[in-house]
């Protein structure tokens, strides 16, 4: 149990530098879902071009972050790993960027951005390309406290620029004749977008020492061995941006352009009442994978790879249903207007398929220490493709439902099969029964709350009661060590 230690504190400061700037980010959906900042067609409008975000992330990363973490741990001389994937990074960013700047009216017409938003997200996304290793360098060197200021104050600057931009500058624009110069009627989206540049641009200020004391030396041959490790990572992030995102963009092809806006916007909104299970799976994943790699080679890794999962899905179940059981009490401080209501239906989906993505995080232990990363873009690809055909056979007929329901269909799926592998490559010794009732037991009751006895408190609370007096009988002994610890 000490072993975990050193775990539980990364886990609890990176947990902190992306829990609480998302937490904080809160703020900014009671903002755009504000009737008057923004209509629920131009809030959709703006998800819509969010979702492009994340596919060209993580095209313009092409898996060389964890490429960076395996061989920065494995290989003798770490510091031509960092300095290699540095390099690769810059001149890939630079020259995709500079062909697709050069080429801006056809990729604007062909994924129908306006061209004065795309030129916009451009710089967005250099900035951020160009903070990928040194972020990664910070985790590795084990650095979390400068990896969460860096990143809270980023969300700080965004926040504060879009709180800003789009509640005061107008107001203030008519007693300030600098500030007069600043502000543009309907310029909203505009202002999102610029508010995300002013945060990047301060975060690779920062960042630039980094960049000053690295020794620049380009080993090709190893380069050659991280694009073929990052290979199927970059195509495991294709689809999960598919699988992630991707809803949003078939909502806008496959319903009519009247209300294919509106959907995305009420789909987006809703969506993020799912956040605090998106929060806490990518917070233990930011701690887990370091460890994963830096103890692979100890003795008997398998028995700490088991409790951890054992600890995601105590926790993670407890999430769950209670979300599920207040939801109806965060969405009005979240979403602002009654007007995206009609898609809370998606709440507990969205729920648990996040909890089926942390735990296939979890369980990807198997192919990434034993370099087998390919099963990781299968697996990932096959998940797309759910997503895709069930969308696509879904959407024209029940709109954004169909999108959930593929999101949970596509995680659940990629879960299960990882499991199944990972036990015939690289057996992990896991309390089967212990989680399958942490999982089940949660899934049961909030689908059971949720669509059956919706508001009706004495059921909710009385569920979510029973299920930590489960849990707390079945893990009373590492709770105690815990605490001690």
């Known amino acids: 149990m000490n072993g975990f230690k050193s775990l539980f504190k990364q886990t609890f400061i990176y947990g902190l530098a992306t829990v609480l700037p998302r937490m904080l980010s809160f703020l900014l959906v009671p903002l755009y879902t504000n009737p008057?900042?923004?209509?629920?067609?131009?809030?959709?409008?703006?998800?819509?071009?969010?979702?492009?975000?994340?596919?060209?992330?993580?095209?313009?990363?092409?898996?060389?972050?964890t490429a960076f973490f395996r061989?920065?741990?494995k290989e003798k001389h770490p510091e031509k790993v960092t300095s290699t994937a540095s390099i690769s990074l810059m001149v890939s960013s630079v020259l995709v960027l500079g062909i697709a700047f050069l080429?801006?009216?056809?990729?604007?017409?062909?994924?129908?951005?306006?061209?004065?938003?795309?030129?916009?997200?451009?710089?967005?996304?250099?900035?951020?390309?160009l903070v990928i290793i040194p972020f990664a360098w910070l985790r590795a060197t084990k650095k979390p406290s400068k990896y969460a200021l860096i990143k809270i104050l980023n969300v700080v600057i965004n926040l504060g620029l879009n709180v800003f931009l789009l509640l005061y500058l107008k107001g203030l624009s008519n007693d300030f004749d600098i500030l007069k110069s600043i502000y543009k009627p309907d310029f909203e989206i505009s202002y999102i977008f610029i508010s995300n540049i002013v945060a990047s641009g301060v975060t690779l200020l920062l960042l630039i020492p980094f960049y000053t004391k690295i020794k620049y030396s380009f080993d090709l041959i190893l380069w050659k061995q991280m694009l073929k490790y990052a290979t199927p990572v970059l195509i495991a992030g294709v689809a999960y941006s598919i699988n992630e995102t991707f809803d949003r963009i078939l909502l806008k092809e496959l319903l009519p352009s009247d209300i294919s806006e509106v959907q995305i916007g009420m789909y987006s909104a809703c969506y993020k009442i799912a956040l605090f299970m998106t929060l806490f799976a990518t917070a233990f994943r930011l701690g887990i994978e370091p460890y994963f790699f830096s103890h692979s080679k100890t003795a008997n890794?398998?028995?700490?790879?088991?409790?951890?999962?054992?600890?995601?899905?105590?926790?993670?179940?407890v999430i769950l249903l209670a979300v599920v059981v207040f939801s109806d009490f965060i969405k009005p401080i979240i979403i602002k207007?009654?007007?995206?209501?009609?898609?809370?239906?998606?709440?507990?989906?969205?729920?648990?398929?996040n909890f089926c993505l942390g735990i296939y995080h979890n369980l990807s232990v198997w192919y990434k220490v034993t370099d087998r990363t390919k099963f990781g873009g299968y697996i990932s690809v096959l998940g797309a493709i759910v997503t895709l055909v069930i969308n696509y056979l879904?959407?024209?007929?029940?709109?954004?439902?169909?999108?959930a329901i593929a999101t949970v269909s596509a995680y659940g799926i990629m879960?299960?099969?990882?499991?199944?592998?990972?036990?015939?490559?690289?057996?992990i010794p896991y309390n089967f029964k212990k989680i399958a009732i942490y999982f089940v037991l949660s899934v049961v009751f909030s689908t059971v709350y949720f669509y059956g006895f919706r508001e009706n408190y004495?059921?909710?609370?009385?569920?979510?009661?029973?299920?930590?007096?489960?849990?707390?009988?079945?893990?009373?002994?590492n709770i105690s060590v815990l605490i001690k610890n």
Do not use: T
Request: proline content about 3%.
């Open 458 to 477: 004495f059921v909710g609370f009385g569920a979510l009661i029973v299920f930590l007096i489960v849990v707390f009988q079945l893990e009373k002994k």
């Open 36 to 65: 008057e900042v923004m209509s629920v067609e131009e809030y959709g409008r703006v998800s819509f071009i969010f979702a492009y975000f994340v596919l060209f992330n993580v095209v313009l990363a092409y898996g060389m972050e």
């Open 337 to 353: 207007s009654e007007a995206y209501y009609e898609a809370m239906w998606i709440v507990p989906l969205i729920l648990i398929a």
């Open 301 to 317: 890794p398998q028995k700490n790879y088991a409790k951890i999962l054992e600890f995601f899905v105590a926790f993670g179940s």
């Open 103 to 129: 080429f801006r009216d056809f990729i604007a017409n062909a994924i129908e951005i306006d061209l004065k938003y795309l030129n916009l997200v451009f710089i967005i996304l250099l900035l951020d390309a």
């Open 71 to 73: 061989f920065f741990n």
């Open 415 to 427: 879960m299960l099969i990882s499991f199944y592998y990972g036990q015939k490559y690289y057996p």
């Open 394 to 403: 879904l959407i024209p007929h029940i709109g954004f439902k169909a999108s």
